[in-house]
């Protein structure tokens, strides 16, 4: 069973960086040489859940318009690990931070895509941003 497991939250004041990492483990399927379909999503109280990166069908990062150009994702198939490195952190974006991982399908031209569905998720990861 496949399961992921945040770290690397905690408090930053505005305009500090922070990398968070997304542990993967118990994956039993096709072995890639990158992982695909896999995303950080954050969620602040009484907000709804924000996909703020993710890795799409083909491995190519995706990032929501909030974050572009402050935001990487990233990963280490090496050591099953999925990276956010977040830079210029505004106390907006205060929030728990998540890791999840969605099924890879094949379309029928032929496409590798995402289903959209983020079956498997973290626990989470606090982030504080102080101003």
């Known amino acids: 069973q496949l399961r992921l497991v945040e770290s690397g939250g905690g408090s930053v004041k505005s305009g500090e960086s922070l990398t968070l990492s997304c542990a993967v483990s118990g994956y039993s399927g096709p072995t890639y040489s990158v992982r695909y379909c896999m995303a950080w999503f954050r969620q602040a109280p009484g907000n709804e859940r924000e996909r703020v990166a993710h890795?799409?069908?083909?491995?190519?990062?995706k990032y929501s318009d909030s974050v572009t150009g402050r935001v990487t994702i990233s990963q280490d198939n090496g050591k099953n690990m999925v990276y956010l490195h977040m830079n210029d952190l505004k106390p907006v974006e205060t929030a728990m931070y998540y890791c999840?991982?969605?099924?890879?399908?094949?379309?029928?031209?032929?496409?590798?895509?995402?289903?959209?569905?983020?079956?498997?998720w973290g626990q989470g990861t606090q982030v504080t941003v102080s101003s």
């Open positions: 999840a991982e969605d099924q890879r399908i094949r379309t029928g031209g032929g496409f590798y895509v995402c289903e959209y569905e983020w079956d498997v």
């Open positions: 890795l799409d069908g083909d491995g190519n990062p």
